[in-house]
């Protein structure tokens, strides 16, 4: 099957580690007779390269988490999976998320692909110490024994500043930063080859942020992984990212390399998004986009920005713009840039 | 730690309350009745032939000490209470002069061990059953297994009890259906008499599980439908923990301590099921020997019954209390 | 209020099966008024004989239609239940609603006595009421002594909703427009709980006619007035089942099962409808 994913692949020799193509994911609910399907990912396609940093931006219930989550294999019903597909390509070998069975895609978590979600509370298991949590995650993956898989964790934690000390401690007894350092930790122990990042730093305060941005930087750049980090915090996008996503009402609506986008951004939503970071020096004041963000229960017809954009046209409301190529590197799905032809 | 004692003292005042307010309660209700408690007794006894004037105002006195209504209504509480501290509830009339206490003690094992072993069997099967069905939530068997359980569960005691009673007496009569252990049976300990005490308890002890395990399922089933929705059990899952694993030390590990909670508030309800079943099984247990009591109107029996079960209750919830935030770090610590 | 009625007909059938069961026996109920035979008379019919087509759940020992026997049993044993949720609904109501909105020493002090309450066994303290009491124990002062017993968890379960409201703007906003504490909690705080109110009657019902039937089973009742767990005591002391009168004791153990079954699926499905939490669950959100 010829992707339209891969034709726009960063480096078409080297296989990309990450291949989500026309991805459709559902939430289907029937409740006292009344049925309906919220498009949370809806057509989204886009490559993620060996080592890259894939940044994934949009506003809170944009349909962000439910991509990742259907990226990494993690819906339960109601969200399903409608169309599409996930492949990631690790160690040379290709997995199909949604075409393996459980106890395989089980074994190729945490050692191939893991997950660093939002720093909550919750996070951490709260009746158990730490131990117990790098111990159920880890240990299976790592195929050690016993005394040097705990050396290996002890030594890792050290690599990140972590005492070893947080192993014997409840996730409540550390503050906020701590414990997300700790949850990096668990994520990145076993040398992963994709780390996902949900809003890793949206709950902690902001030089706590900078510590665990500086963090997954160093991590990245030690293990050569590839992430896709999702914030919504485009200032963070700025600094960690090398490529950006916008998601808006479940769809992508402009990709391209990070300085492009804060640069040259095309499509209107983007640009908005770009125009309300605050500058040194700027004292305009930041307007906000009128209207709320759609809801994906019921969104409008064509493009699902349109009753938004400033420079909507009469096709917007009618058609669906797709994804169209500027440069080789740089995407967009917007009439007024490509033109009134679908 | 300290935070830890501060709770098992708030604890401990709330059972000193509840054992308060029981017997309190027990006090009075015992004595705004219109009928004279002494006059009863005379009369049951003299029933029996005897009707010397001079006894019988002797045997008045007598009673009405032995009852502790000499005095005003305060007196009478205060005398009520020294004793009760004492452990002393006076001598038993239908079984004079053996004193209640001795009596009380005798049945108590039967009741303590049949309410133990059927809370333990029903809270175990409840919640593991009730831990699995939230966990799997697509399973058939599971689903008509709770079905099952949860239609047992709005049903009286009594009545199911008296159901169980009706199919092993009459329709398929393979368990005994009555006692705790045969009529003539050797007392001394063997593995004989602990079958046959085991055989007996079967019957009462099930009717107990097939009311209470509805309610553990039920409630574990729900905690557990809530829990798997939790950030840690998410990212346990992505981490490729076990489902075994995950079920047992992330999902059960943390619904078990409201269970727990409800198990000490329910216990009051537990031990009237538990009563409730040793009347219909004639089980020689606490409750059986209530029955008895106000059939022989047995005054200072049922008085010391039902205090000694308000007291035996409260402390047993107060042990749950204590013991269940252990299995949670964060109240110990807090 | 129609139209949730109408929706959880449709949609669930918990609700659905447990309502027609309530309107069958209501049903019932109903027809007991027109029995042809006053509840306390004995000997009006030949007594023992098996179920047939004049005599559909049988007759007595003591000579009665079984059949309406069960109907006015049924209609006591309802308006016994009824009327024990409905007052202790009201103390629920004003021990939850106060303790939740006043909060503090108010909230500690009633909710140790509620938590008391929760927790002493009230079986003994019947038997002790009725060794007490003997033949003054009658419907009315069973009605008020499980009343008195039976508040305590509902009481909790309102003052936690209760807390939650009192967070609420328009509970600030009648502070400050100077509305009195009574005001506020019967007209602002009141409708909110309601729905629990009427899920946890369910429950009340089973709770107290199953104390009533266990106490009238073993004769800890008045006697003389009908009610499912009397016939049983009358079947045991004519001992019906060693002597092969098995309908006398099949009809109301049936009836008591498939009320308590009726009860138990409104209550169900009316505290999964209330509960966001079980409902957001079914929706999966």
Redesign the interface.
């Known amino acids: 099957m010829q992707t339209e994913a891969l034709l726009h692949a960063p480096e078409a020799a080297t296989q990309p580690t990450l291949v989500v193509d026309r991805l459709k994911a559902y939430y289907t609910t029937k409740a006292f007779g009344i049925d309906r399907d919220i498009r949370a990912v809806d057509d989204i396609s886009l490559t993620v390269a060996k080592g890259e940093i894939y940044g994934v931006a949009g506003e809170s219930s944009s349909g962000k988490t439910s991509l990742i989550k259907t990226i ?1 294999g ?1 819906i ?1 019903p109601p969200l399903h999976v409608v169309d599409g597909t996930v492949r990631f390509n690790f160690s040379g070998q290709s997995y199909d998320i949604y075409d393996m069975k459980p106890d395989k ?7 191939h692909l ?2 660093i ?2 720093g ?1 509370m ?7 110490r730490i131990k ?2 790098f111990y ?3 240990f ?2 790592m195929g050690l024994d016993r005394a040097t898989f705990w050396d290996k964790v002890r030594d890792h934690l050290r690599r990140l500043d972590l005492d070893p000390g947080v192993l014997d401690s ?1 996730p ?2 550390l503050s906020g930063g701590m414990r997300q350092r700790t949850t990096i930790a ?1 994520a990145t122990v076993c040398t992963p080859e994709f780390i996902v990042a949900d809003e890793p730093t949206t709950a902690l305060d902001v030089i706590v942020q900078r510590d665990v941005l500086a963090m997954l930087r160093d991590i990245q750049r030690d293990l050569g992984s590839s992430f896709l980090f999702v914030t919504h915090d485009m200032s963070v996008h700025a600094t960690v990212s090398d490529r950006v996503g916008i998601v808006y009402a479940g769809r992508l609506v402009e990709e391209a390399d990070t300085p492009t986008l804060f640069r040259g951004a095309r499509h209107p939503y983007t640009q908005h998004l770009v125009a309300s970071l605050p500058k040194i020096g700027d004292t305009t004041r930041r307007a906000s986009l009128p209207g709320r963000p759609p809801s994906l229960a019921d969104p409008p017809s064509g493009c699902r920005f349109h009753p938004r954009c400033p420079l909507a046209m009469d096709i917007c409301s009618r058609e669906v713009p797709t994804m169209t190529n500027l440069t080789p590197r740089h995407r967009v799905a917007c009439f007024a840039v490509t033109g009134a032809t679908p | 730690m300290a935070a830890y004692m501060i709770f098992v003292a708030r604890r401990f ?2 059972l000193l ?2 054992v308060f ?2 017997i309190s ?2 006090f009075f ?2 004595h ?4 004279d ?1 002494v006059a009863e007794s005379i009369t049951a006894i003299t029933n029996f032939g005897k009707s010397d004037p001079e006894a019988i105002d002797l045997m008045r006195k007598t009673l009405t000490e032995l009852y502790g209504l000499q005095g005003n209504l305060f007196e009478q509480y205060v005398t009520f209470w020294s004793r009760l501290i004492r452990g002393d509830f006076g001598p038993s009339l239908s079984a004079f002069p053996t004193p209640v206490s001795q009596i009380i003690f005798r049945a108590l094992p039967w009741t303590v061990g049949l309410m133990i072993s059927a809370t333990l069997i029903s809270f175990l099967l409840g919640n593991t059953l009730g831990a699995l069905a939230g966990y799997y939530r697509k399973s058939r068997i599971l689903k008509i297994l709770s079905l099952g359980l ?2 047992l ?7 199911l009890a ?2 169980l009673l ?1 199919l092993f007496g ?1 329709v398929w009569p393979v368990l005994p259906i009555t006692g705790g252990y045969e009529m003539n049976a050797d007392l001394t300990l063997s593995f004989t008499l602990v079958l046959d005490i085991v055989r007996h308890s079967i019957l009462p002890a099930m009717a107990l599980v097939l009311v209470g395990a509805g309610s553990w399922l039920t409630g574990m089933r ?1 905690l557990t ?2 829990i ?5 059990v ?9 489902s075994t ?1 995950i079920l047992r ?2 999902v059960v ?2 619904a078990i ?1 409201p269970q727990l909670t409800g198990l ?2 329910s ?3 537990i ?2 099921g538990t ?2 079943t040793e ?1 219909v099984f004639g089980y020689p247990g606490i409750g059986t020997l ?2 008895n009591a ?1 059939h022989a109107g047995d ?1 200072s029996l ?2 010391g ?2 205090s000694l ?2 007291i035996g ?2 402390i047993a ?1 107060f042990l749950i209390d204590i013991l269940s935030p252990l ?4 109240i110990k ?1 807090e | 209020m129609f139209t949730i009625i109408r929706d959880l007909i449709r949609y669930n059938i918990e609700f659905a099966i447990g309502l027609a069961i309530l309107l069958l026996l209501i049903g019932a109920v109903i027809l007991s008024f027109f029995s042809p035979y006053p509840a306390a008379d004995i000997y009006v019919v030949p007594p023992d004989m098996p179920p047939d087509a004049e005599f559909w759940f049988g007759t007595t020992s003591r000579g009665q239609d079984n059949f309406w026997q069960l109907v006015i049993a049924l209609r006591n044993t309802f308006a016994f239940g009824l009327a024990v949720a409905f007052l202790s609904r009201i103390l629920s109501l004003v021990v939850g609603l106060t303790a939740g909105y006043a909060g503090g020493r108010v909230d500690r002090v009633l909710m ?2 509620n ?11 019947l ?8 033949d ?1 124990m009658n419907w009315l002062m069973l009605v008020l002594i499980l009343s008195a017993l039976g508040w305590s ?1 509902d009481a909790r379960l309102i003052r936690s909703i209760a807390m939650s409201l009192r967070t609420r703007p328009f509970t600030t906003q009648s502070v400050y427009s100077g509305m009195s504490m009574r005001k506020i909690l019967v007209e602002e705080h009141l409708p909110y709980v309601m729905p629990i109110v009427f899920a946890t009657t369910m429950n009340n019902m ?1 709770w107290s ?3 009533e ?2 106490l009238s ?2 004769g ?1 009742t008045d006697v003389d007035t009908p009610t499912m767990g009397q016939i ?1 005591y009358w079947a045991n002391s004519h001992s019906a ?1 060693i002597s092969g009168i098995w309908w006398w ?1 099949a009809a109301p ?1 049936v009836a ?2 498939v009320l ?2 009726g ?2 699926l409104l209550s ?1 499905s009316m505290n999964e409808y209330i509960d966001p ?2 409902r957001l ?1 079914r929706m999966g959100s």
């Open positions: 990494v993690a339960r895609l089980q074994a190729i978590r945490w050692r893991s997950y979600m939002q909550s919750n996070v951490l298991n709260p009746v158990r117990h949590s159920d995650f880890a299976a993956h409840y409540h007894q668990l | 005042g709330q309350l509840v307010l029981g309660a027990t209700i015992s705004m009745t219109p009928v408690p949860i239609g569960q709005p049903i009286p005691y009594y009545v008296f159901i009706i009459f729900a439908s809530n798997v929705t939790e950030d840690y998410t990212f346990a899952e992505l981490g490729g923990v076990g694993r030390s992330y590990r943390n301590v000490a508030m216990l009051g309800a031990f009237n009563v409730i009347i209530l029955i106000v005054y049922v008085l019954l039902a079960s308000i209750v409260a919830v299995l949670d770090p964060r610590a | 140790a006595i938590d008391s309450i929760m927790v002493i066994p009230h079986f003994p303290i038997v002790l009421f009725y060794f007490v009491l003997k003054e968890y089973i006619i199953g104390m039937i266990t089973v073993l800890f049983i089942l004791v153990v008591i099962i308590f079954i009860l138990f169900m939490r079980s669950n």
